[in-house]
């Protein structure tokens, strides 16, 4: 699940100079250090290998085990050390903290046990040789917590994706909140959260012997303390559930529960183990208890940020007052608010469904036919989604004593249909037209149009039909000429 909040109004004399300088500070930070890291990386690895620790490790933690269950089972089969079940099995062993800890303490491989003593040389050097990454130095690993690194972690990153993931997220939700707040509390507050963060993963994960680094916690708590300072306001929203998308507005104090419910939730139940979702709550809860502190304590005006255009607002307002009217069976004061509405923006989709909902009630009526030209005219004018179009057109078509279209509306649908399976009923139209209307504007271009969807889709017969028809009805048009100079067999 994905929820993020859209906000505006930067100009040149206003701009977030706290999140920009931290966004390049991470950003020069990452491809500054990221080779040097690889290379030490991969050192340590190759000596890891080499060295014999990546089988001996290994298999003392097949013995370790003891037994196989779930997503263990498939150390069962890592004995050679080049098969894919002990890389798998390498990587269960990497990721179980209870392991590690009594690996290093001595208490897996023991002194009394034959090669103890190269083994614990070879640890000794493999440690040594990973500690020299940058990751290691100043990400914060909660078995051996340092002062400084519960700050320094925040600017470092795994890789260009989880960089550019949290950029993403700091922009995004950094802006609002460094223009609403005020540089120093916005900087403050990113700083508090982002040990807050480090501080409850510490704890939750105190033998963990992996580092953690990024910014996503203090980014989480810039979330939490943005749903609390803006908890009063309405702001529109993107969300998505992975197959489908949107935005809404909402109050923003939403927000807050649905993130941390979000975060726990992929804690228990999600299958990525590598993100710090505890860094993420932490972030979250001292978030908004910051953003408290500045509303309720600090008594912080909060600037309204967002970038809601007055048309948006009214257009808002205008929808609420025409539903209401509907539920009032006021029609007219409805159909007033809706034109208001259109005339604001033109091909807004729900003030179209519900002008023709209102019309279609009284189809005697001869505002039923200049209402559904209205509505038809502005879905295709403004890509209204085909289904209205289609629907809206058929609801018409059997509704109405007498079908009481314009000739260009009739035009515009026969260039809609055929890609939506009505393709004979784009044939009927252009044949009423180019009988009745042969003056308008536009009609040869759609009978050029019409044969080339026909040749498109392999029907050569109905090409070569309507290709007559421009040729003997239109033979002066330039739509005529080009038929001829480049369709050659087909136009004859």
Not at 47 to 65: I, K, Q
Not at 114 to 126: A, E, K, V
């Given at each position: ?171 995004l939700v950094g802006c609002a909140l460094e223009l609403g707040i005020g540089r120093l509390a916005y900087g403050v507050g990113y700083g508090i959260t982002g040990v807050c963060s480090a501080l409850l993963y510490v704890l939750v994960y105190s033998s963990s012997n992996s580092q953690l680094v990024g ?39 939403l927000l807050f529960p649905v993130w941390v419910a979000s975060e726990v939730g992929q804690l228990v139940f999600g299958e990525v183990d590598h993100v710090a979702y505890m860094a993420h709550i932490g972030g979250l809860l001292s978030g908004g208890l910051c953003g408290l502190f500045f509303t309720r ?196």
């Amino acid at each position: 699940m994905l929820i993020v909040p859209l906000t505006g109004k930067l100009n040149l004399k206003n701009l977030p100079v706290v999140t920009i300088s931290l966004i390049v500070v991470n950003c020069a930070i990452f491809f500054l250090s990221n080779d040097t890291e690889q290379k030490t990386y991969l050192a340590a690895m190759d000596y890891y290998v080499e060295s014999g620790l990546y089988e001996t490790e290994v298999t003392a933690y097949r013995d370790y085990l003891g037994s196989y269950d779930g997503e263990r089972i498939v150390c069962r089969n890592a004995v050679d050390p080049d098969s894919q079940a002990f890389l798998s099995c390498y990587h269960l062993m990497h990721d179980d903290d209870r392991f590690q800890k009594e690996l290093t303490a001595n208490r897996i491989i023991t002194p009394g046990m034959d090669g103890y003593t190269q083994w614990r040389l070879d640890r000794d050097l493999f440690e040594a040789d990973r500690d020299k990454m940058i990751s290691r130095r100043w990400g914060l690993i909660p078995d051996k917590p340092r002062v400084l690194p519960f700050v320094t972690y925040m600017f470092l990153h795994g890789s260009l994706s989880h960089l550019v993931g949290n950029m993403i997220f700091l922009w995004l939700v950094g802006c609002a909140l460094e223009l609403g707040i005020g540089r120093l509390a916005y900087g403050v507050g990113y700083g508090i959260t982002g040990v807050c963060s480090a501080l409850l993963y510490v704890l939750v994960y105190s033998s963990s012997n992996s580092q953690l680094v990024g910014a996503s916690g203090a980014i989480a708590g810039l979330m939490g303390a943005f749903s609390l300072l803006f908890a009063g306001r309405r702001i529109r929203v993107f969300y998505s559930l992975g197959f489908y998308f949107n935005t809404v507005r909402a109050h923003a104090w939403l927000l807050f529960p649905v993130w941390v419910a979000s975060e726990v939730g992929q804690l228990v139940f999600g299958e990525v183990d590598h993100v710090a979702y505890m860094a993420h709550i932490g972030g979250l809860l001292s978030g908004g208890l910051c953003g408290l502190f500045f509303t309720r304590v600090l008594k912080q005006q909060v600037q309204d940020v967002f970038d809601v255009p007055p048309e948006e607002d009214r257009v808002t307002l205008l929808m609420d007052e025409a539903l209401a009217c509907m539920d009032r069976l006021d029609v007219a004061g409805a159909k007033q608010s809706l034109e208001t509405v259109l005339s604001l923006e033109p091909g807004h989709p729900k003030a179209l469904d519900q002008l023709y909902t209102l019309a279609r009630n009284t189809p005697n009526a001869p505002s039923y036919h200049r209402d559904t030209v209205t509505v038809l005219t502005a879905m295709l004018r403004h890509g209204g989604q085909p289904d209205s179009v289609l629907a809206t057109y058929d609801d018409y078509v059997k509704r109405a004593p007498s079908v009481k279209l314009p000739p260009s509306l009739y035009l515009a649908l026969a260039g809609f249909f055929p890609d939506h399976g009505r393709e004979a009923e784009a044939d009927r139209f252009l044949m009423m037209l180019t009988r009745k209307v042969p003056t308008l504007a536009g009609l040869p271009e759609a009978l050029l149009r019409h044969a080339t969807y026909f040749k498109r889709v392999g029907n050569d017969a109905g090409c070569r039909r309507i290709l007559a028809v421009l040729r003997s009805h239109f033979p002066d048009s330039p739509e005529a000429a080009l038929v001829q100079r480049t369709m050659g067999d087909l136009a004859t």
